[in-house]
């Protein structure tokens, strides 16, 4: 049986993008293929190895899955391993989103922005986890595209909730059926956007909605959000 190998430059435990590398990797092993989860940066708590393994466990005829959110100078090296080669697409925050906030992730966000297009030729299969990022990888010039929707594992919400945070989060509300929507929002994330979208429940179907924002979001991320918010209410 081949292998089917996936690989994003970081890896970290309760990410959406890793979350969904993590369910697709047991999906794979279930059907009977060896799987692994590769990163440039592992981090704690995360079940995945260093990449550079890659270059000596690919093998041809495996599949290299390669998940593109954000630049990495490592996607140009994988992309020369002898293997098929499948590019993920789950879209590059424009870098502009940045200003202010990181400009490290927006020099990333730019590199990223300018790969695509070269990395294009060395793909086999082109993958838009929307059918928004699939049109972006058709018009980049990727021959084959397909739309694959993110593979969410339902069952690591099925947990019983933090007591502390339910008497936290039902003092703050007005009624007890208010409506919450929780942002753990972080750099790869932080647009004015998402902001407007979190307070749309406010300013429609629920007055009583509240909006959390992840105390782990970069330093002034929280100060950006004002200007989204005030104009949201």
Not at 5 to 15: C, I, R, S, T
Not at 76 to 97: C, G, I, M, S
Not at 107 to 121: D, F
Not at 138 to 163: K, M, N, S
Request: glycine share 6%; hydrophobic share 40%; with cysteine.
């Amino acid at each position: 049986m081949t292998a089917v190998h996936q690989f994003h430059p970081v890896l970290a435990p309760g990410d959406a993008m890793s979350n969904h590398v993590f369910a697709l990797r047991g999906r794979l092993r279930e059907w009977g293929y060896e799987s692994q989860a590769y990163a440039l940066e592992v981090k704690d708590g995360v079940d995945a190895l260093p990449y550079r393994r890659l270059f000596r466990t690919v093998r041809p005829g495996d599949t290299l899955i390669l998940h593109f959110s954000i630049g990495s100078e490592i996607f140009d090296q994988l992309v020369k391993l002898d293997a098929r080669r499948v590019l993920v697409y789950h879209n590059v925050t424009p870098p502009e989103f940045f200003t202010g906030i990181n400009d490290h992730a927006a020099a990333y966000a730019r590199l990223g922005l300018r790969q695509l297009e070269r990395l294009a030729p060395r793909i086999d299969l082109g993958v838009g986890v929307s059918e928004f990022n699939r049109k972006d990888l058709a018009q980049l010039g990727f021959r084959e595209t397909a739309h694959v929707p993110l593979l969410i594992d339902w069952g690591a919400y099925d947990v019983t909730p933090d007591p502390a945070v339910l008497a936290r989060s039902s003092a703050s509300s007005s009624s007890s059926g208010a409506c919450r929507r929780t942002s753990g929002t972080t750099t790869s994330c932080a647009c004015s956007r998402t902001t407007a979208a979190a307070w749309t429940p406010t300013r429609t179907c629920c007055s009583s909605a509240r909006t959390a924002i992840s105390p782990r979001t970069t330093p002034g991320f929280a100060r950006s959000l004002a200007p989204s918010a005030s104009r949201t209410r």
